[in-house]
């Protein structure tokens, strides 16, 4: 009687992991856009390998520059963010939160698309006055 109860607790325990484990990747806490330039991008990882890179965002010239750290999980995305490295990009990225370890990314940030946008237009107060 005590080993089936003990059976059926460690079944209840993987299944309600599995579960956790498929909510957490499936929906994302947040989603949204992040543009700038990728200033630092490697794979990284000692069992679980993971693209880590980070943007650096500049809202105004002069201004201190703005870091964002993120993962990619998707070979086919970080060829692409490989190749615009220096280069002006917009990234789209899912944030996912509750997931165990940093086996799956070091952060919760994972970058799914990205394209180059090109240089960033002048600031309004910028230009000349007419």
């Known amino acids: 009687m005590l080993n089936r109860l003990l059976v059926y607790l460690t079944i209840g325990a993987l299944v309600a992991l599995a579960l956790y484990l498929t909510v957490a990747f499936e929906w994302s806490y947040a989603s949204g856009e992040r543009a700038g330039w990728v200033q630092k ?17 500049v809202s105004l010239p002069g201004s201190v520059p703005e870091k964002f750290p993120f993962t990619v999980r998707d070979e086919g995305v970080a060829a692409l963010i490989s190749q615009a490295v220096g280069q002006r990009v917009m990234l789209h990225y899912e944030q996912h ?20 946008i090109g240089e960033a237009p002048a600031h309004p107060s910028a230009s000349s006055p007419q």
Not at 41 to 57: A, I
């Open 97 to 116: 939160r509750g997931l165990p370890g940093n086996c799956f990314g070091e952060t919760g940030y994972w970058v799914n698309a990205v394209s180059v």
């Open 41 to 57: 991008f490697s794979r990284k990882g000692w069992v679980c390998k993971t693209w880590e890179g980070e943007l650096v965002m």
